[in-house]
């Protein structure tokens, strides 16, 4: 995909930092990759099946968009990419347990990230555990991060805490599969994408800003950026389940449809979708008009998240 040439205020108009978001992806990718191998149960170990399955699915692709956001947003603020590997790291491992109990027959899928689901591989039991094994240790990676002083470290704690737990990604799971086969009204369904989908982007986002030592200005407008950015990824999730390709996406289509779930293409319609989620790169991108180029990256990945195909 082509780069994302940013313009910044403070560049003067000029050309700022040329950031490719595939590239930084990838860079994001190898990074938390490199950090997950060191931190997961060892290959062999004491419990062989369980670090098996645990890395199965931790290690085994997805676009790592959480990761980049927190590294991004420790960027942002000025701060180091590696301050945020921890939040980047533990964000993930959320992300993963919640994509293997997602995919469970009791709620979902067969395919994911082009791969059979960890139950299909691993049987449900050991895919429950499983999920249970990274959401547990994605805390401790958090708790023990010695490079980012104690009050960050509780700040961000509570902030994957709550976007993990009941007003977060549990809760809007719950209302997401209350709400199958009812009208929703778009309030209910922004409810529901701001819990089930938004609320790690947010965390991914507040942490790595948090742990770079965000001011309360940055860190209000970076929130702003992320609920932007996190709805549009919903929308676009959505379009893809309707027109995507299974072989760039890595998991079925059409799932929405048949469990007659309310989505924004199904209540708006493609067009009016496209055009709400490209309203929404743009609200994102405004949201942080008054960094400089070190937000390029975010910037990057806002657009990136727009116009995905995968
Ligand atoms: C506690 C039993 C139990 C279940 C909870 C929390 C949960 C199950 C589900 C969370 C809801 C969920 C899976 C939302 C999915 C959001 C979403 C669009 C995921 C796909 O994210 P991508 O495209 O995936 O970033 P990759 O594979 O690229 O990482």
Same mark, same amino acid.
């Given at each position: 995909?082509?780069? #994302? ?15 490719? +978001? ?62 945020? %590997? ?17 995919? %469970?027959? +009791?709620?979902? #899928? ?73 009208? $929703?009204?778009?309030?209910? *369904? ?21 742990? +770079? ?5 940055? $860190? ?18 959505? *379009?893809?389940?309707?027109?995507? #390709? ?19 293409? +199904? ?28 937000? #390029?990256? %975010? ?12």
């Amino acid at each position: 995909m082509a780069a #994302d040439r940013a313009l910044s205020p403070s560049s003067g108009g000029a050309p700022a930092r040329v950031v490719d +978001a595939e590239g930084y992806l990838r860079e994001a990718a190898a990074l938390v990759e490199c950090y997950l191998d060191r931190v997961l149960p060892a290959p062999g170990g004491h419990i062989p099946r369980l670090a098996e399955a645990v890395r199965y699915s931790a290690l085994g692709g997805g676009k790592r968009l959480r990761p980049a956001l927190a590294l991004g947003a420790a960027e942002a603020c000025g701060g180091a990419r590696d301050v945020a %590997l921890p939040v980047a790291a533990a964000v993930e491992m959320i992300h993963t347990y919640s994509l293997i109990h997602d995919d %469970l027959p +009791a709620m979902d #899928d067969d395919f994911r990230r082009g791969r059979p689901t960890s139950h299909k591989v691993f049987g449900e039991a050991l895919a429950i555990l499983a999920g249970d094994a990274l959401l547990t240790q994605a805390f401790e990676v958090l708790a023990a991060d010695g490079a980012v002083p104690p009050e960050r470290r509780t700040a961000i704690v509570r902030e994957v805490a709550a976007a993990g737990g009941p007003a977060g990604l549990v809760g809007g799971q719950v209302a997401d599969l209350e709400g199958e086969g009812r009208d $929703l009204t778009l309030p209910e *369904l922004e409810f529901i994408h701001a819990r089930k989908t938004g609320a790690l982007i947010l965390a991914s986002v507040r942490g790595g800003a948090i742990a +770079a030592g965000a001011s309360a200005a940055r $860190l209000g407008a970076l929130s702003e950026y992320a609920r932007r950015t996190g709805l549009c990824f919903q929308i676009v999730d959505d *379009l893809l389940d309707v027109e995507g #390709d299974p072989a760039a996406t890595g998991k079925g289509t059409g799932r929405d449809s048949t469990k007659r779930k309310a989505t924004f293409p +199904a209540i708006f319609g493609i067009d009016a979708s496209r055009q709400r989620a490209a309203e929404l790169v743009e609200e994102a991108l405004a949201a942080i008009a008054d960094f400089g180029p070190e937000a #390029d990256p %975010l910037r990057a990945l806002a657009r990136f998240v727009g116009r995905r195909d995968r």
